[in-house]
């Protein structure tokens, strides 16, 4: 009988099973059938992934019986492949304070030991205890140069992945936070070879860039790497060098962007602004009667569009003056305001896929339009976006004057200062606008720390100068939980929350109470990556 599992004990565990089942009367057929499907528990000899040549293997094993065995098994299981490589985080104070030295000989099948500080599991620190103790006595049974210590748990990724090569394997053990040892590894073997590459084609990449400070709110940290291209031309050349195991985000104007405090684990790529006089600013007119089709780069500010197809005698795009995001940051949410919409406007779209580099036209009846969202994954890059317009002459209204009030409207009810606009995206039909819902409640003015509800706009929250990500979160989940109670109305953010945990995403991100079926837009989805 063939279980699909490695090692020793859990060949004994089998052995063990089968005997226990046909004693209670399972037959040794029906008891062999079910190991034989049995895929094992979590954190035991569990393959996380690979890249660059490297495989990550994570364990619970903590003490040193269970480590020997767990890197036994490694070592034949991947007999043919490169070196064996052991990352351990130690457990309670106490316990290390007795036995450190008796993890001096169980690491003996490692080519490679790395051991970081102790886990604490509720334990009292004690003078002294530190995981260097056991690196020490590990050094004492093994090669030296090959045992290196990691004093903080947050640069363990970092500190191992200047050590991998590709052929090893890595085996991460421990029962503390060393489980999401294998995830932060390979993103960070991802951002080093992107980091690498874009130094090799001259484009700007910055480790631990800055990019709270790049949104409108001004808050919040930095991201593993930051790459600048200076062209799109420099995007379209980037497309394709993005990791899939690499979290990535394209930030355009960051006028809808919240950064988390902490940061984000990830590469966020700045696009390039072609508003200036910069090549690529142009906009192409492709004309039939009064009727024409502008293509403009998707990094494109949407004010700076309406202004030029105004003053290029072109209406229809005049709505976009109110709203200060990118040309292809309005496709991917959707943007609108004063009766229309990205939705209304766009004929189609270029699309890169950074992580494939397949690139294609994408009409907008495959983009999943809906309201204020659509069917684009991060991965997706707009490069270039096609409009519909008019001419002036058969708009039938005077679309100077049109930018002219609607630039007025905005700065008679919208505050200026940090902040990214409309938080919550209106509710359904005949449940009102999200900022009269939450005005209803008399949360204008609400405050937590450094952020707070809007005296001029309830749908507004503002950051303090040195504010806190946090604190702008705090404000969103309180107006949240108001409304919901006091309506039964739960609202979805129009912000992207970077940086945060899938849990805080998926707290805004629902889409409950909302006429947009989960289905539609996987459906959406399917219809958009049949062209890439």
Known sequence: MKIPLFGEHNALNAAGAIALATTLGV????????????????????????????????????????????????????????????????????????????????????????????????????????????????????????????????????????????????????????????????????????????????IKAEADGEVGKLTTYRVGGKARLVVTPRTMDEVREFAGQVPSTVPFYALGNGSNTLVGDNGFDGVVLCVPDTSGALAGDAIEYRVDGDSCVATVDGAMKLPVFARRTVADGWCGAEWMVGVPGTMGGAVRMNAGGHGSDMASSVIEVEILDVTSGKG?????????????????????????????????????????????????????????????????????????????????????????GTAHVSERHANFVQADQAGSANDVLAVMRHVQRQVSVSTGILLRSEIRLLGFGADVVAEFSSRRSYSVDDEDVDEARARLLQHL
């Not at 052991?86 to 104070?93: E, S």
């Not at 316990?95 to 790395?114: T, Y």
Request: hydrophobic letters at 40%; proline letters at 3%; glycine letters at 10%.
């Open 360 to 448: 294609a036209w994408v009409p907008a009846s495959d983009l999943g339009f809906g309201f204020r969202h659509s069917a684009l994954d991060d991965v997706h890059v707009v490069s270039r976006v096609r409009v519909s317009l008019q001419s002036a002459s058969s708009a039938g209204h005077d679309c100077d004057g049109a930018l002219s009030e609607i630039v007025a409207w905005r700065r008679e009810h919208q505050p200026g200062g940090q902040n990214a606009g409309s938080v919550f995206v209106n509710p359904a039909d005949g449940d009102g606008s999200a900022g009269a819902l939450i005005d209803s409640l008399g949360l204008r003015g609400w405050r937590y």
């Open 27 to 202: 037959s040794f057929s029906d008891a062999a059938a079910s190991l034989q499907s049995f895929g094992g528990v979590d954190r035991r000899f569990m393959e996380c992934g690979s890249t660059m040549g490297v495989t990550f293997i994570d364990d619970y094993a903590h003490v040193p019986t269970e480590i020997h065995a767990v890197l036994k098994a490694a070592a034949q299981r991947y007999a043919n492949r490169g070196r064996l490589v052991a990352v351990f985080q130690p457990n309670r104070y106490h316990r290390i304070a007795v036995m450190a030295n008796e993890f001096g000989a169980c690491f003996s099948a490692a080519d490679l030991v790395v051991i970081t500080d102790i886990y604490a599991s509720g334990t009292t620190p004690i003078p002294g205890v530190t995981g260097e103790l056991v690196a020490d006595a590990v050094r004492a049974r093994h090669e030296p140069d090959a045992v290196l210590y990691v004093a903080e748990r947050r640069e363990l990724s970092r500190a191992v992945a200047r050590h991998l090569r590709s052929g090893d394997v890595v085996v991460s053990m421990g029962c503390g936070d060393v489980e999401t040892f294998p995830h932060e590894a390979i993103i960070e073997l991802g951002v080093n070879a992107l980091k690498k590459w874009c130094d090799e084609h001259s």
